[in-house]
């Protein structure tokens, strides 16, 4: 059965691969799982039918039969669990994996999104330069430890898995403010999951939604 996906109709992130559907469309490209994609407007994503699905009115969530889920981490930790090819064999290395999965949602992503919460929803609060530094201190610290662990290794944990591509997904988020470059064996290990042929094909699937809706010149 083909699984259906919901991703944004009009991304905020302009087609950069940055809203979570990436990691879903990213994990099925891996496992070569054919998938559809339904596309769903800020105000659709407020209605019943979108709130059936995911109850917090956001994206993406999975359908596949009677199955539906929310949340990308339990997406991708679902699709990883059901093919081959985003978990190791070896039970070890399988838990630890999915350890890296969790990191990456609860430990790296939280002060990341905490920067743009700064940047774009409290950028003109009284208090919003003094809170600058102190925010990205903490994206900072996090950053590196995670450059510390990784050191020159190609992976979090030996071969690529879904804590790789759950935790590249996240710093991706990190490009645009600069910070990922602070941490050359952070930056590296980022392009070298962008230069997979999935995520490739998962980047221009995203891609053409937002060109396709881009106005016509003239």
């Given at each position: 059965m083909t699984p259906t996906i919901t991703a944004f109709e009009t991304s905020p992130?302009?087609?950069?691969g940055l809203a979570r559907d990436m990691r879903v469309r990213w994990s099925l490209e891996e496992v070569r799982q054919p998938y559809e994609?339904?596309?769903?407007?800020?105000?659709?994503?407020?209605?019943?039918?979108h709130l059936a699905r995911h109850p917090f009115g956001q994206i993406p969530t999975y359908e596949e039969g009677e199955l539906v889920l929310?949340?990308?981490?339990?997406?991708?930790?679902?699709?990883?669990?059901?093919?081959a090819g985003l978990l190791p064999d070896d039970a070890n290395a399988r838990a630890r994996a999915v350890a890296w999965m969790f990191a990456a949602v609860n430990t790296i992503e939280p002060p990341i999104l905490d920067l743009q919460n700064a940047k774009f929803q409290e950028g003109d609060k009284p208090w919003a330069a003094e809170r600058m530094p102190l925010v990205l201190d903490r994206i900072r610290q996090r950053a590196g430890q995670l450059s510390e662990r990784l050191d020159d290794a190609d992976w979090l944990d030996g071969a690529f898995s879904a804590g790789d591509l759950?935790?590249?997904g996240v710093l991706r988020r990190l490009r645009p403010s600069?910070?990922?470059d602070e941490?050359?064996?952070?930056?590296?290990?980022?392009a070298r999951g962008e230069a997979r042929p999935a995520f490739k094909r998962a980047f221009d699937a995203q891609?053409?939604?937002?060109t396709s809706r881009q106005p016509a010149a003239g």
């Open positions: 992130d302009r087609g950069q994609v339904r596309l769903v407007s800020f105000a659709a994503m407020k209605e019943p039918a929310f949340e990308s981490g339990a997406i991708v930790l679902h699709i990883a669990q059901r093919h759950m935790m590249i600069g910070l990922l941490y050359p064996n952070l930056a590296a290990y980022v891609l053409a939604v937002f």
